[in-house]
DNA sequence: TCCTACACGTGACTC
DNA sequence: TGAGTCACGTGTAGG
């Protein structure tokens, strides 16, 4: 009957609103129980730690270049260290970027995404580190530099929710994701 | 009359709506176009971004206070790596840890390296993020999930002057890297 | 047919 | 007396 849709409408509702207030208690600065200003703040909120986020990398890129090379922690370890840090050594990071972006889905919740990324040392860790903040189950990854500048990437992914992700999809969360870390797309 | 409300409950379920697909354009991973997914979701997203950025944060903080950072490298290598900071110990927070490091010559300028490490999704990144920074080129690298929460990772190094490098030095150069990148050690 | 998710109009409640 | 928001039950469209 009607009371059986009246049952599950209660329930999707009510599942509805508790949603709305477990996020409303995870965003601060919270001005209205309103509950449309709940997604208002929320969204406000999430567009203000993206900046946060990508203020914070670019900072710490900055920190990481100033990193000693492969000579000077040598001379480091052999004890004649000449460091002198300092020095502002700004190299023109960011020319990562992705030329090629290909996803298979191999089974059920099983994928494999193939990228063929360009750009110098610190490429891989990028790359990797952009698909890993997915939060995806990394199985097994490879990393062949195909020629110098050049590496093929191949990624095993499993899912965690069965039947809802696609190859397309995949591949969209990926490239976004490398975008938000400061990667480019060469785009043919 | 009622048709003053009617409309005004319209154009508020409108606006609500509007808010929600807006929030869904933000986020990316969206499973579903369902509405409540989209809450789960942007929840999610923003539960990890937030980690993201308390983890920068500690990073950079880290690298803000690296004055004694031969020391803490030296320490390190050492085996007693202990709390060195009176104050807090922000070191819970980082959770990569490399359990063992080998390096092995196979000819003159070539070298294998494998690591087994410990630590969640994002371990792969910071690994091979504090071996690139290192400068050497790297020709190939995999990162194997052998149990959960534990990669064995092995790289192919190139280095570029021939005759300097020795097994345990590369191995020194990589560690004290992993150190400096916020990785712990894990001595045996 | 059943089930799910949705938008709708309406009554109730608050400021 | 409104102007705003909310929860409710219902009709309906797609799977």
Redesign the pocket.
């Known amino acids: 009957m009607?009371?059986?849709?009246?049952f599950?409408?209660?329930s999707?509702?009510?599942r509805?609103?508790q949603q709305l207030i477990s996020l409303r208690s995870l965003v601060p600065n919270i001005t209205k129980?309103?509950?449309?200003s709940v997604l208002v703040d929320a969204l406000a909120y999430l567009k203000s730690i993206h900046e946060e986020t990508a203020r914070l990398q670019a900072e710490l890129e900055e920190k990481m270049t100033d990193a000693p090379q492969e000579e000077k922690v040598a001379e480091a370890l052999e004890g004649r260290r000449t460091v002198v840090k300092g020095s502002g050594n700004k190299k023109s990071r960011h020319k990562s970027q992705i030329l090629e972006i290909d996803t298979e889905k191999i089974e059920d919740r099983r994928f494999v995404v193939k990228m063929t990324c360009r750009g110098g040392s610190g490429v891989g860790g990028e790359v990797l580190r952009a698909v890993e903040s997915l939060g995806f189950d990394i199985t097994y990854t490879s990393l062949d530099q195909i020629k110098p500048q050049h590496v093929l990437i191949t990624i095993f992914v499993r899912i965690r929710k069965p039947g809802r992700m696609t190859e397309e999809k995949l591949k969209d969360c990926i490239t976004s994701s490398a975008i938000r870390s400061g990667l480019t797309l060469h785009n043919p």
């Not at 129980?33 to 449309?36: A, G, H, S, V, W």
């Open positions: 009607n009371s059986k849709n009246l599950s409408e209660r999707r509702r009510k509805l609103s129980m309103d509950k449309r």
